[in-house]
């Protein structure tokens, strides 16, 4: 069975542009949530769908949007780079995203913003 | 809010020594623990997961950990390092229903020498 697959690996921006961030997870699960990692604020989440529907937030700005697919696979965009905004970008995937449940992460996208 | 503390930044053991990372979490109620590690330019990997039942829980890679709701501590132990354990490693807490709502630690980056 394939793991969680993001997509692009590496990603450099510049200030103020926009980017999207793809995840593909495991076959049969439904439940997608996003993580920002960087040295300072450590591991973050940011969103998670389910259904096509976000069923949690993070407390992140506007900026930062999501969403998913009919076939679970998820998609996360930032609007209006800003230097902050240079992490590593984790996506997990589980069946259901209920609480006795196993994440199963992604390598991540590592995105820079000059 | 739920938050976790992982003291200990940074940890250097020898190959064969015994190994304890400490993990301290504060929430209102018993909350689902888990221990993610991480290698270098890699996305997390579960180690073990506490929901309920017995305290002490047995994880992949010889490692396990022990729940105590009068320290409100999760701590991960292994009898005997291998140089291969060397990665970053995350304490979590999730809140009831959501696993996949999680609160990470700071982590803590063990070296292991030989």
């Known amino acids: 069975k394939a793991g969680v697959t993001q997509t692009p690996r590496y990603l450099i921006k510049t200030r103020g542009q926009q980017v999207t961030l793809s995840c593909s997870p495991i076959s049969g699960h439904r439940s997608v949530s996003w993580y920002q990692q960087t040295p300072g604020q450590g591991l973050q989440f940011l969103f998670e769908y389910f259904s096509e529907t976000q069923r949690n937030k993070g407390n992140f700005p506007g900026r930062f949007s999501g969403r998913q697919f009919s076939n679970s696979r998820s998609e996360m965009n930032v609007s209006t780079l800003e230097l902050g905004d240079s992490a590593l970008y984790l996506c997990?995937?589980?069946?259901?995203?209920?609480?006795?449940?196993?994440?199963?992460f992604g390598s991540g996208t590592q995105l820079s913003v000059l | 809010a739920q938050s976790v503390t992982q003291p200990d930044i940074h940890i250097t053991v020898s190959e064969g020594a015994s190994l304890e990372l400490r993990c301290n979490y504060s929430?209102?109620?018993?909350?689902?623990l888990f221990w993610y590690v991480q290698s270098p330019g890699q996305g997390l990997q579960l180690l073990l997961k506490y929901f309920s039942g017995d305290t002490l829980v047995q994880g992949i890679k010889g490692f396990e950990a022990e729940f105590k709701r009068s320290q409100s501590s999760f701590n991960l132990r292994k009898p005997s390092v291998h140089w291969s354990d060397a990665a970053e490693y995350f304490c979590?807490?999730?809140?009831?229903?959501?696993?996949?709502?999680?609160?990470f630690g700071t982590g803590t980056r063990l070296q292991v020498t030989l």
């Open positions: 979590a807490v999730g809140l009831t229903g959501t696993a996949s709502k999680l609160t």
């Open positions: 997990a995937s589980s069946l259901q995203g209920t609480g006795n449940e196993k994440l199963f």
């Open positions: 929430y209102g109620a018993t909350p689902y």
